[in-house]
């Protein structure tokens, strides 16, 4: 490795040497732009990947709330403001009992190298809480975000930190956060949070653009490969608006979806899943995977019982990790190229652990990585953004129109930049090149600041 970037590395570990989700992302980055910073020894004058990978501003704060029962909780809230180089911070909420220091960090770096291949003007941040959800009232969950949005307020804007959803956070969260917000600033600032209700300033197709996003980028590595979607054996890890909407999208290019799964198991249906159920057990009854059985008794229901999910022991040919970070281990790797998997596309964030990616790169698996693939939710925050400015809103094809241009567009980013560093088809690599020179071009043109 290039001493500059060995230094920066072993600084960073010593620094956060707790931090194990963070350290990982940093490190996948700093391994993959050695061909950028070799030819740039004037980075390390300027420390640039020093500024690069410490956030701006991580903020900190309590949350109290009072559950039906009349007793007191306290949780910890966090946002972390990574880099505004390219526009307001920008990055979702994540409320899961596992949110600590060095997810949300994690999460906020690889947003900022997603925000900037898109090509809008988003910087990067990430934010959450400890919070679970799951099994809480409409009440208890209005009062926990109306006390988090309490002190989170001071620190957004419009133009300042937008925040949106993330696992644990969908419409009803951002619904009651957006009410706290407007009613302690007493203004009405539609383009504070995105992943609003369509009811007060939300964007259609927001809640598939992830998902949605997704296939179009997977449709485009296919296709540059001589491979397509149509007729292939589909898995997707998950059951949130991700999973949801990558499984739609893949079924309308005639790809045959046969497991999907949630954090206690996984159901397997030879004959293809039947979406509409999943929609009305996840969207509406809120309830788990295993009730899919209710209806179509000869689907497979197969529990989670340790460190690798057994959707990935399922013989597919695209497997689509749609639920959370490190689900793929190397053992689920290795059990996925020996059934023959020909790609893999990341719908989650980072959700292949290090040694996964690389079996996948060296296996000649095609994969898709999290930065450039899952950006279409990011992307369609962004336009949301734009229609609250311009008190406009556009038809569900005019968004989803822009969506597909938006993720053909990552794709041939990756692709170019695939091709300038002679990476085969190492997607992973290329797309934090390309994000990279860019936020490296705008950090050198703002200064040491």
Known sequence: MNEYL?????????????????????????????????????????????RLIEPERIITFRVPYVRDNGKTEVHRGYRVQYNSLIGPY???????????????????????FKNALTGLPIGGGKGGSDFDPKGKSDGEIMRFCQSFMTELQRHIGADIDVPAGDIGVGEREIGYLFGQYKRIRDVYEGGVLTGKGLSYGGSLVRKEATGF?????????????????????????????????????????????????????????????DLELIKQIKEVERGRISEYLRKHPQAKYIECKGEDSPIWEIKT???????????????SAKKLVANGV????????????????????????????????????????????????????????????????????????????????????????????????????????????
């Open 90 to 112: 920008k990055g979702g909420l994540r409320f899961h009992p596992s949110v600590n220091q060095s997810i949300i960090k994690f999460l906020g770096f690889e947003q900022i």
């Open 317 to 331: 040919d695209i497997a689509l990790p749609c639920a959370t970070q490190n689900e793929v281990t190397l053992n």
């Open 213 to 273: 996003g997704l296939i179009y980028f997977m449709k485009e590595m296919l296709e540059n490969n001589n491979q397509t979607l149509k007729g292939k054996t589909v898995t997707i890890s998950g059951a949130g608006n991700v999973a949801i909407y990558a499984c739609q999208k893949a079924l309308e290019y005639g790809a045959n979806v046969v497991a999907m799964s949630d954090s206690k198991g996984c159901v397997y249906d030879e004959n293809g899943i």
């Open 342 to 449: 020909i790609a893999v596309g990341e719908g989650a964030n980072m959700p292949c652990m290090k040694e996964a990616t690389e079996y996948f790169i060296n296996n000649k698996v095609l994969l898709a990585p999290a930065k450039a693939a899952n950006a279409g939710g990011v992307a369609i925050s962004a336009v949301e953004m734009s229609q609250n400015s311009m008190r406009y809103y556009l038809s569900f094809e005019e968004v989803d129109k822009k969506l597909g241009e938006i993720m053909t567009n990552i794709f041939n980013t990756c692709k170019n930049a695939a091709e300038e560093y002679n990476l085969g088809n190492n997607y992973s690599a290329a797309a934090n090149i390309a994000a990279f020179k860019k936020l490296s071009n705008a950090m050198i043109s703002q200064g040491i600041v």
């Open 6 to 50: 060995k230094k920066v590395l072993n600084n960073t570990k010593n620094k956060n040497m707790y931090e194990t989700e963070y350290l990982q992302a940093v490190e996948e980055v700093l391994t993959s732009i050695e061909p950028v910073v070799a030819s740039h020894p004037e980075f390390e004058r300027i420390a640039l990947l020093e």
